[in-house]
Every structure is written in C-alpha cells, then in structure tokens.
C-alpha cells in the first residue's frame, strides 16, 4: 500500500506539472526584467574614436519595463530597455559608451495555459548609441571625436522560458540577441541574458 501510494502520487505529481493549469488571464500585462549584456563591435573599429582604454565587451547590467497584451499564445508590447555605461581612461581621454533601446517585441508562447512554457519572441526598433569622450587636457571639450550619438534601427531574436505562479503572475527568464547598427564604420550588436516578472491586470 505504501509504494501505491508513493507511486499514486508521483504520477499526479506529474500530470500536474504536465497538463494545463487553470486556465491563465489573457489581457494587458506589466513586465520587470533585469539581466546582463554584452556588446560586441566589429568592423573599421579605428574609425569610431575610441581608445583601447574602453572595452565595450564587458558585461554590463541592463534594466528593461514593458507594457504589453496577452492573448492565448501571443504577446505583443513596447519596451524601453537601459544599458550601463562602460567607461575606460587613457593619457590623454576619459570615454564612456552606453545604449538604450525603444522595442517593438512580440512572443510566442508554446504551451500558454501550462504551469511552465517555452517561448520565442522578436523585435523591431530603435537604439540610441552614445559615445562621448573627455580631452584631460581641455575637460569643456566634449565629444572630442565629432556627433557619436545615432539613433539606429535594432531587430532582435530570442527564446526562453516562464514558469506560472499564479493565473496573473509569471516569472520569465530567457536570451536574446541585438543588432543595433553601426557607430560611424563599426557594427554594435549585444547579447543578453536576463531574468524579469509579469503581471497581468
């Protein structure tokens, strides 16, 4: 009796876990996400300014917020997603190098009402690339390179995985890949790992 019990609750155990949940709210969600970055650049890199002092493949924190709406398998919202800066010095400059990016991102979600549910999502926008650079020597010469500062169009792909905690609330965790354009003869992208929340009104 012991073990048909042991085994009576390990199979509901799984069913549980395997089978849809009650079923989740679909409409208008708030989502919390904080993750690491990292930028990459590549191309005529000697044409942007920046001094080996500065190294924009560090992993840096980002932060994102997002209003969107759920329905069954889909999700659609906007995101603003902020970057720290990475700052490096040599003898003669002080540079710091930041992004943020405005998104368009839609998801699709494989298993909507289940307990667990792997996803995939892409995005289109915009990514403001901002390069600035300090003369030591002359700390009022700003920008001392030119207008390092675009506003470039971003796509990005990615995957990942939300687990429900409650028919509202949901804790998502996954990857994704930018590609934000050039900075003068240079292409920036970035890849990033991060972990967030979601709340369905």
Not at 173 to 185: K, S
């Amino acid at each position: 009796m012991k073990k048909f019990l042991m085994t009576a609750s390990a199979v509901a155990m799984i069913a549980a876990f395997s089978t849809p949940a009650q079923a989740e709210c679909d409409g208008w969600y708030a989502a919390l996400r904080g993750g690491m970055v990292k930028h990459d650049m590549s191309g005529d890199t000697g044409k942007t300014g920046m001094t080996d002092a500065i190294k924009i493949d560090d992993d840096l924190l980002m932060i994102s917020g997002a209003l969107g709406y759920r329905y069954q398998h889909w999700r659609g919202e906007f995101e603003f997603v902020w970057r720290d800066y990475v700052e490096g010095d040599d003898q003669y400059t002080t540079e710091k190098f930041k992004t943020y990016s405005y998104m368009l991102n839609v998801y699709y979600d494989l298993l909507p009402y289940n307990w667990w549910t792997p996803y995939v999502n892409a995005g289109i926008g915009l990514t403001q690339l901002k390069f600035t650079s300090f003369d030591k020597s002359n700390p009022a010469a700003t920008n001392m390179y030119g207008n390092l500062d675009p506003l470039n169009f971003t796509w990005s792909v990615g995957a990942g995985l939300s687990l429900k905690v409650t028919n509202r609330f949901n804790v998502d965790a996954g990857y994704r890949y930018y590609d934000m354009g050039g900075i003068r003869a240079a292409d920036i992208d970035a890849q990033e790992i991060y972990a967030g929340v979601r709340y369905v009104f």
